[in-house]
């Protein structure tokens, strides 16, 4: 089953994407800021929503990585 039709599977593409950007962005910033319109502006919204949400963020990936372990 594919990421679209699994929510869990959803949720979990989704805070990988938000925390690989927020860590690319803390590494090479120059590589996010640069495209900030378009559809890699995407990447750029993810790694400002890990900036700024990261305790939510993590408790997010807790939960996530409890919950797969779980099942």
């Known amino acids: ?4 039709f699994n ?3 959803l949720m ?3 805070l990988l994407t938000i ?3 927020t860590y690319l962005r803390a590494q090479a910033p120059s590589l996010v800021d640069r495209n900030k319109t378009g559809f890699v502006g ?4 993810a790694a400002r ?3 700024r949400l990261s305790p939510y963020v993590s408790i997010a990936c807790f939960v996530m990585a409890f ?3 779980m099942h």
């Open 7 to 9: 929510f869990q599977s």
């Open 49 to 51: 929503i890990g900036e």
């Open 19 to 21: 925390c690989t950007c």
């Open 67 to 69: 919950q797969l372990i």
């Open 12 to 14: 979990l593409v989704v």
């Open 1 to 4: 089953m594919t990421a679209l």
């Open 42 to 45: 995407l990447f750029w919204k």
